[in-house]
Every structure is written in C-alpha cells, then in structure tokens.
C-alpha cells in the first residue's frame, strides 16, 4: 500500500508541479524543448508502469458490499470513455502533446474539439469515474482516483501552458471551444457538427471497448459483467 501511495503521489506530482508550472519553463530554458519532451515522456511512461505495478502488488480489503446497480452506469460511462479518446487521439488539436504546430497552422475548433478541446483527458476521467463506481476496495481508489484528480488538473494547466506560451494566437481557440465537454455549445461559442466528428474515429473507439470488454477478464482478472 506505501508503494501504491508513493507512486500515486509521484505520478501526478510530476504533471502538477512541474509540467504545469514554470518550472517547466526553467527546465527548457536549460535542455531545450525536445531534450525536455523526451525525459518528462520517459518519467512520466516510468511513473505510470510503477503506479501500475504497486496497484497490481497491493491486496486490499473490500471497503464496502456489492453495488450491483453501479454496474450499467459504469459500463455506460466506459463507452463513452473510449469514444473521447479513440476520437480525441485520432483528431489534430493545439491541446496535444506536440499539437503545436496545429496552433500555428491555425486550425479551427472542428469535431470532437467542438465538444470539448481536451476530450482525450476527459475520456481518462470518464473511465477513472467508471471504474471507481465499480469499485469497493482501497487499492483501486487509490489508482482510479490518481488518474481521475490528474485528468481533471490537466485541462486548466495544459491551456495555462498554451496561453502562456502562443498568446494571441490561442486566444481565438479557446474562445471558441470549452474544457468542459458541451459549454462553448451551450453558450453559442460553437455549434454542435456531429458530421465532423468522422465516424471511422467513433468506430475505432467502439472496436477498443468491444475487445477490452470481451478481454477484460484475461487481461485484469477481473470480469466486467459480475457484480
């Protein structure tokens, strides 16, 4: 359990403290962009295969009985979870790793990115949510809510970065979209264009929930259709 802690806290510490901050400026100043991508990629891929690691090595005790009715809404929340990110990593966006060069390019919120400019983050929250409903022992909140309380501090620090780094030309951007999934629609910011979206992405994210779905219990040990 202190390991599954310490990599908790090492994993999002890294995206809080330095990634989001201008430490981060610091850092670059001294490597370079690409010498920084590169090691923050390396510890960041470190980071996660120990925070995954440490949950698979911790027995943990139920905290609570079965919720059955948890189980629909989870699974619901697990499709859509795969939809925004099968969509979010197949759609070009300013908000991606290495989506500079979008921005420069000015390309218009279109799609997805319509919905939401960082629908691959809220994908991850989705799935984390999802998987927290389902489950009942420690160990699970612990690494479900990692990545949940990362996928949501990611958004405001990843257009923070943005704003800080591209000014004028992230501004007609983010007026034009929301972080928070349907509000630059709700307010008129931006029109909902399902066309756009390609259905070829939506069709990927089916497919991946459709074999991780069948999969689930070879891969995990756990079956998604037992309560």
Known sequence: ??????????????????????????????????????????????????????YAATESAELWGQLGWTYPVAHLLTLLAFLFVAIG????????????????EGVSAKGILRITRHPFLWGVALWAVAHLLASRELASLIFFGAL???????????DAKRARMFGEQWTPFAESTSSLPFLAISQGRNTL????????????????????LVAHSWLFGVSPFEA
């Open 193 to 212: 264009e399902l066309a756009e979206i390609g259905w070829w992405r939506a069709a990927i994210g089916l497919v991946l929930y459709a074999v991780f």
């Open 1 to 54: 359990m202190i390991s599954l802690l310490i990599a908790a806290a090492f994993f999002v510490g890294i995206h809080v403290f330095v990634s989001g901050t201008s430490l981060r400026a610091a850092i670059v100043a001294r490597t370079g962009e690409v010498v920084y991508q590169t090691a923050f990629s390396a510890v960041s891929l470190l980071g996660l295969i120990w925070l995954a690691w440490a």
């Open 89 to 104: 990593v197949a759609t070009p966006s300013p908000t991606a790793v290495g989506g500079e060069a979008a921005l420069r």
């Open 148 to 158: 949940l309380l990362l996928a949501l501090v990611g958004p405001p620090s990843i």
